[in-house]
């Protein structure tokens, strides 16, 4: 049974700082690029950020490129989102998923060809 559990959410102030985890079992994490994803109220489901299964190759959305860092820990089956700077624009709920994939150093941004989502975390930030 495959899990992936996100943490790190909560209520930060504008310019602050959070770091996600997103937690992965029941797969064979290193096979799978992993991808962030968020839904603000209201809104529909937004691309963030991707990593490949190697680790080398990231894309990030626009709306937080050079504020956002995606990361990952094959060894410890978990990727990471550390978000600085951030706006109240950010504030959603957070998703990790993962996404089979033959090419080490590829990935992909089309939401629907991720086959694990985890329950998502929420971030809150204040103006």
């Known amino acids: 049974q495959v899990q992936l559990v996100e943490s790190g959410g909560g209520l930060v102030q504008a310019g602050g700082s959070l770091r996600l985890s997103c937690a992965a079992s029941?797969?064979?994490?290193?096979?799978?690029?992993m991808g962030w994803f968020r839904q603000a109220p209201g809104k529909e489901r937004e691309f963030v950020a991707v990593?490949?299964?190697?680790?080398?190759?990231?894309y990030y959305a626009d709306s937080v490129k050079g504020r956002f860092t995606i990361s990952r820990d094959n060894a410890k089956n978990t990727v990471y989102l550390q978000m600085n700077s951030l706006i109240p624009e950010d504030t959603a709920v957070y998703y990790c998923?993962?996404?089979?994939?033959?090419?080490?150093?590829?990935?992909?941004?089309?939401?629907?060809?991720?086959?694990?989502w985890g329950q998502g975390t929420r971030v809150t930030v204040s103006s």
């Open positions: 990593i490949s299964r190697s680790g080398a190759s990231t």
């Open positions: 029941g797969l064979t994490f290193s096979s799978y690029a």
């Open positions: 998923a993962a996404a089979p994939i033959y090419y080490p150093d590829a990935y992909i941004l089309d939401a629907s060809s991720y086959d694990y």
